[in-house]
């Protein structure tokens, strides 16, 4: 099991097709996060400044990781891509094992 796992966030993504016809007026790309961010956790405890609906949609991927599980679809099996389930602006995860000792 690792101690930690480490979130990235990847991208984010504007449906600005589907929040122009169902969303209300004004809305944007997530701002919440910057594309590169990253976020250390035990994988128990929600990081300062997460966004609680993202934590909640990743949640799982967080344990798969954390516990050493296979993760499908990842070059190397140990990490996950994950996205919240916004349905116009989504934000895409990567989320990895965290040794500290081998952190720069």
């Known amino acids: 099991m690792s101690a930690k796992?480490?979130?990235?966030v990847l991208k984010k993504?504007?449906?600005e097709d589907i929040a122009k016809?169902?969303?209300?007026?004004?809305?944007?790309?997530?701002?919440?996060?910057?594309?590169?961010?990253?976020?250390?956790?035990?994988?128990r405890t929600m990081p300062e400044g997460f966004c609680t609906w993202a934590w909640a949609d990743i949640f799982k991927d967080i344990l798969f990781v954390?516990?050493?599980m296979e993760c499908v679809g990842t070059k190397d099996e140990k990490s996950m891509v994950a996205c919240c389930t916004d349905g116009f602006r989504p934000v895409i995860f990567l989320i990895e094992p965290y040794e500290e000792n081998k952190a720069q």
Not at 29 to 36: A, T
């Open 5 to 8: 796992v480490k979130i990235s």
């Open 13 to 15: 993504i504007f449906l």
């Open 21 to 43: 016809k169902y969303a209300v007026d004004g809305m944007s790309v997530c701002k919440i996060y910057q594309e590169g961010q990253e976020f250390i956790t035990d994988g």
């Open 66 to 68: 954390r516990n050493n």
